[in-house]
């Protein structure tokens, strides 16, 4: 029996469905990623009506996640933040490490585990890539450049301090089965690979300059390579050993021209990858565990936004604090995969689970809309 043509079907199914529901959110005057999350919720064997196959759908939106960090990685340039915002360095820091004490010390006082109650406070103290993205070129944005350019950096800066902390408690969250000294020894495995793909692969790319095609492959190749190898042999989550393989391109002059190239690559798994999460989220789960989700939003406002304008008011960066607060206010791609972490693991209930979810969705739908009519306030002290 032909197992292929259902599955394609499938695929373009929920494909032309993303579009209508993309389409309709911005005739509402949202942001199209909100479409895509409720096409996925829409869709799911927890809603009646029409199921997509979880697993296809979930395989691409990993792929989505992959390339969407990737890209992410391939943006990072350290040299011109630290020429044009020198105070991120010090503020995004600071704003994550606030982020993890509020929130995993309330999460510790709720009854997670001291390791699961860190990793929650991770994933609530970041925020979404893509969003802040899509805020800052939206041709509905009120930002200005200074905002927007805080916006872009603070979030990129975010993803680094990201990877770093996740490896270390990714790690430590592999270390009852694994040990920790394999672990550890993973880590600086996949960190020398990548210190390796990072001298090899510019030149590569340059030697394909004028080969279109081969410049292409090589560079979507190299991320899903690089995100792999992480994963299968030194137990690194496939989201952040992508971004990892990103930043080891970031650097070169070959990595404007790659990042352009996987754009439109990017941009679709992107779709499924939000389909994939709307779809994973248990309304009956919810039911169960509804303080879960008023906790998770609380602590965003608290533990994030509030932080967030404070170190954005009086640290220097020229901007609207508040957009800047309101902009990042939101979880996305890193807590996805954090939680999934956990989940698979048998560290956090599945009541949690779901709740880290549907915030997901929540927030991105809130922040997108509600950034766009922040006052016009104080700019921060300088």
Same mark, same amino acid.
């Given at each position: 029996?032909?197992?292929?043509?259902?599955?394609?079907?499938?695929?373009?199914?929920?494909?032309?469905?993303?579009?209508?529901?993309?389409?309709?959110? #911005?005739?509402?005057?949202? @942001?199209?990623?909100?479409?895509?999350? !409720?096409?996925?919720?829409?869709?799911?064997?927890?809603?009646?009506?029409?199921?997509?196959?979880?697993?296809?759908?979930?395989?691409?939106?990993?792929?989505?996640?992959?390339?969407?960090?990737?890209?992410?990685?391939i943006e990072f340039d350290p040299v011109q933040l630290r020429?044009?915002?020198? !105070?991120?360095?010090?503020?995004?820091?600071?704003?994550?490490?606030?982020?993890?004490?509020?929130?995993?010390?309330?999460?510790?006082? $709720?009854?997670?585990?001291?390791?699961?109650?860190?990793?929650?406070?991770?994933?609530?103290?970041?925020?979404?890539?893509?969003?802040?993205?899509?805020?800052?070129?939206?041709?509905?944005?009120?930002?200005?450049?200074?905002?927007?350019?805080?916006?872009?950096?603070?979030?990129?800066?975010?993803?680094?301090?990201?990877?770093?902390?996740?490896?270390?408690?990714?790690?430590?969250?592999?270390?009852?089965?694994?040990?920790?000294?394999?672990?550890? !020894?993973?880590?600086?495995?996949?960190?020398?690979? !990548?210190?390796?793909?990072? #001298?090899?692969?510019?030149?590569?790319?340059?030697?394909?300059?004028?080969?279109?095609?081969?410049?292409?492959?090589?560079?979507?190749?190299?991320?899903?390579?690089?995100?792999?190898?992480?994963?299968?042999?030194?137990?690194?989550?496939?989201?952040?050993?992508?971004?990892?393989?990103?930043?080891?391109?970031?650097?070169?002059?070959?990595?404007?021209?790659?990042?352009?190239?996987?754009?439109?690559?990017?941009?679709?798994?992107?779709?499924?990858?939000f389909v994939a999460i709307g779809s994973l989220i248990d309304?009956?789960?919810?039911?169960?565990?509804?303080?879960?989700?008023?906790?998770?939003?609380? $602590?965003?406002?608290?533990?994030?936004?509030?932080?967030?304008?404070?170190?954005?008011?009086?640290?220097?960066?020229?901007?609207? @604090?508040?957009?800047?607060?309101?902009?990042?206010?939101?979880?996305?791609?890193?807590?996805?995969?954090?939680?999934?972490?956990?989940?698979?693991?048998?560290?956090?209930?599945?009541?949690?689970?779901?709740?880290?979810?549907?915030?997901?969705?929540?927030?991105?739908?809130?922040?997108?809309?509600?950034?766009?009519?922040?006052?016009?306030?104080?700019?921060?002290?300088?």
């Amino acid at each position: 029996m032909d197992t292929t043509g259902p599955a394609i079907l499938d695929l373009g199914l929920v494909l032309l469905c993303a579009v209508a529901a993309g389409w309709a959110a #911005r005739r509402l005057g949202l @942001p199209a990623v909100v479409g895509y999350l !409720a096409l996925g919720i829409a869709v799911s064997p927890f809603t009646p009506g029409y199921v997509a196959d979880r697993e296809r759908l979930g395989l691409l939106a990993d792929l989505g996640v992959v390339l969407l960090l990737f890209e992410v990685g391939i943006e990072f340039d350290p040299v011109q933040l630290r020429r044009e915002q020198r !105070a991120l360095l010090a503020a995004v820091p600071a704003q994550v490490l606030i982020g993890i004490a509020i929130a995993g010390g309330a999460f510790g006082a $709720l009854g997670l585990a001291p390791l699961p109650s860190v990793t929650m406070g991770l994933c609530v103290a970041l925020s979404s890539s893509v969003v802040v993205a899509n805020v800052t070129r939206s041709s509905r944005r009120r930002t200005d450049p200074p905002t927007e350019s805080a916006l872009l950096g603070w979030s990129l800066i975010q993803d680094l301090v990201a990877v770093l902390l996740a490896a270390v408690l990714v790690a430590a969250l592999g270390s009852d089965t694994r040990g920790v000294p394999f672990a550890v !020894a993973g880590l600086v495995a996949f960190a020398a690979l !990548a210190l390796g793909v990072a #001298r090899v692969l510019p030149r590569i790319l340059r030697s394909l300059a004028g080969e279109h095609d081969l410049f292409l492959i090589v560079s979507v190749a190299s991320g899903l390579a690089l995100a792999g190898a992480g994963s299968v042999l030194f137990g690194i989550p496939l989201a952040l050993a992508a971004f990892v393989g990103g930043l080891a391109i970031a650097e070169s002059p070959e990595s404007a021209e790659a990042r352009r190239r996987i754009l439109p690559f990017r941009d679709l798994l992107a779709v499924l990858f939000f389909v994939a999460i709307g779809s994973l989220i248990d309304p009956a789960a919810l039911m169960r565990g509804p303080g879960w989700v008023a906790v998770l939003l609380a $602590l965003v406002v608290i533990a994030k936004i509030a932080p967030t304008y404070l170190l954005a008011r009086f640290g220097g960066l020229g901007t609207r @604090p508040s957009q800047v607060a309101v902009g990042l206010g939101q979880v996305g791609e890193f807590t996805f995969v954090l939680a999934t972490e956990l989940s698979v693991a048998d560290l956090i209930p599945v009541e949690l689970y779901s709740a880290t979810l549907a915030t997901v969705a929540l927030t991105i739908a809130t922040s997108s809309v509600l950034v766009r009519f922040v006052p016009r306030g104080a700019r921060a002290c300088g």
